[in-house]
Nanobody
Framework: QVQLVESGGGLVQTGESLTLSCVAS????????VGWFRQTLGKQRDLVAA????????RYSDSVKGRFTISRNNAKNTAYLQMNRLEPEDTAVYYC???????????????????WGQGTQVTVSS
């Protein structure tokens, strides 16, 4: 079992940046694909970005492409989500999750992920 802890959320203004971190314990992050999801009240949890175990293949939602960057440092058992040019529409609880769905295909849906963090709130004021 892998335990995930996110950090780095907060309140920022439009146009500012934040970096979220996701630290894995009781397991090796290199064994897993990593995804960042976000969810607002009453809505489904949507994929923001994901990367395979080696970080060489990534996928982004259209709404964050060009503004967000997913990365990972397997030696530190940590994944990151760099968020630039934040917009009020980015306000949500952000979750990291890990998946063993495939070593070559990026998992895109929440059901493909086995373990989740507790989430971190990101609020962007206008």
């Amino acid at each position: 079992q892998v335990q995930l802890v996110e950090s780095g959320g907060g309140l920022v203004q439009t146009g500012e940046s934040l970096t979220l971190s996701c630290v894995a314990s009781q397991g090796r992050l290199s064994d897993w694909a990593v995804g960042w999801f976000r969810q607002t009240l009453g809505k489904q949890r949507d994929l923001v970005a994901a990367t395979l175990w080696n970080g060489e293949d990534t996928r982004y939602s259209d709404s964050v492409k060009g503004r967000f960057t997913i990365s990972r440092n397997n030696a530190k058992n940590t994944a990151y989500l760099q968020m630039n040019r934040l917009e009020p529409e980015d306000t949500a609880v952000y979750y990291c999750a890990v998946s063993r769905y495939s070593s070559t295909i990026i998992p895109l849906f929440p059901a493909m992920y086995e373990f989740w963090g507790q989430g971190t709130q990101v609020t962007v004021s206008s």
